[in-house]
């Protein structure tokens, strides 16, 4: 009985051993399931030639869809900002602080005239660097017509043939442009000491012949400004000859270009009496009931007649008389 028992035994072991191998084996056996993936992959495949054929219909289209032009945009009329200018030891400071100004005025061009009888390296590399559209240009003033030393500022009118030359270059540019556009822009006159609020830019941007608003600080007051009743000029705010056929700042008017063409005697006079040079320019042009108020009807000041202070030099004088200065090689 102990020898069957022994036998069974084994042999069960045997078998299960066996069962165990064979199954083991098995596992890396590849399963044949291709009557199982045969759906599938014809799925896939039916899917990839709809989408093949999708791709190429939309290749198609395109091929033969006609362009679409963008919508014009209308062009903006060109501001032309005359800026007459002279060496001194802010000159490079105010030049700088103006033309970044006028990086942020879209469609301007920036007419820099020298009063100098050449053109110095200073502006010429300054005008190269600002990134604006502009031209160079060079005129210098008449020697009895220099403030000299001490002079007061208000004594002889500056920039007068610095101004005058910047409208004869763009009278002659102008003409030499082809096309109907050559005439479309603004005519503004910045002096480099000034500070400009860039609406001012935007309000000018729509002169039909002269526009006209607020300057502070300048003349002694707060500011002056054309006074307006029912959307006319009718005189003005100003503390000094306010007879004066037009009592305005040179920073607070634009001349549309249109009609600085079609006047080409119409300049500044620098023989012109005390206050009177914006008057010499303007009374060819316009009358005071064409004169376009801007600046919310002339209630906002948007420019200021600003001055830079005169830098005191004793130290470096003192430092220059013992050999001690500072290197002229070096721009300021």
């Not at 729509?206 to 300048?218: A, K």
């Not at 008057?279 to 009358?287: C, R």
Request: hydrophobic share 35%.
């Amino acid at each position: 009985m102990k020898l069957k028992l022994k036998t069974v035994f084994v042999l069960y072991f045997m078998v299960s051993l066996l069962g165990l191998v064979y199954a083991l084996m098995q596992l890396g056996q590849r399963c044949d399931c291709t009557e199982h993936d045969m759906p599938k992959d014809r799925t896939i495949s039916r899917l990839r030639g709809e989408l093949h054929r999708l791709q190429e219909q939309i290749r198609k289209s395109e091929a033969t869809k006609q362009p679409q032009k963008p919508a014009a945009k209308p062009s903006l009329p060109t501001i032309f900002v005359i800026t007459p200018t002279y060496a001194r030891l802010v000159q490079k400071a105010e030049l700088t602080r103006l033309s970044q100004t006028f990086l942020h005025v879209p469609q301007l061009h920036w007419i820099v005239v020298e009063d100098s009888p050449h053109k110095t390296p200073l502006v010429t590399d300054l005008l190269v660097k600002s990134g604006l559209t502009y031209t160079h240009l060079h005129m210098p003033t008449a020697k009895d017509r220099k403030l000299q030393e001490g002079d007061p500022s208000w004594l002889k009118p500056r920039g007068v043939e610095q101004r005058n030359e910047g409208l004869r270059w763009l009278r002659e540019d102008r003409r030499a442009q082809p096309g109907g556009d050559n005439q479309q822009g603004v005519v503004y006159f910045a002096d480099d000491d000034n500070t400009y609020s860039l609406q001012i830019f935007e309000e000018m941007r729509s002169t039909q012949r002269v526009s006209v608003w607020p300057v502070g600080l300048v003349g002694g007051m707060k500011y002056e400004r054309p006074v307006v009743e029912g959307g006319k000029v009718v005189r003005f705010h100003t503390g000094w000859r306010p007879s004066r056929p037009f009592p305005m700042d040179m920073a607070g008017f634009a001349v549309s270009l249109k009609l600085v063409l079609a006047n080409p005697e119409a300049c500044f006079d620098g023989e012109a009496p005390m206050g009177f040079l914006e008057s010499s320019f303007l009374q060819g042009l316009v009358t005071m009931d064409e004169l376009e108020p801007k600046a919310d009807n002339c209630s906002k000041v948007l420019v200021w007649h600003t001055r830079t202070e005169k830098p005191k030099m004793k130290r470096e004088e003192a430092l220059q008389a013992q050999g001690l200065g500072s290197d002229p090689a070096v721009e300021v």
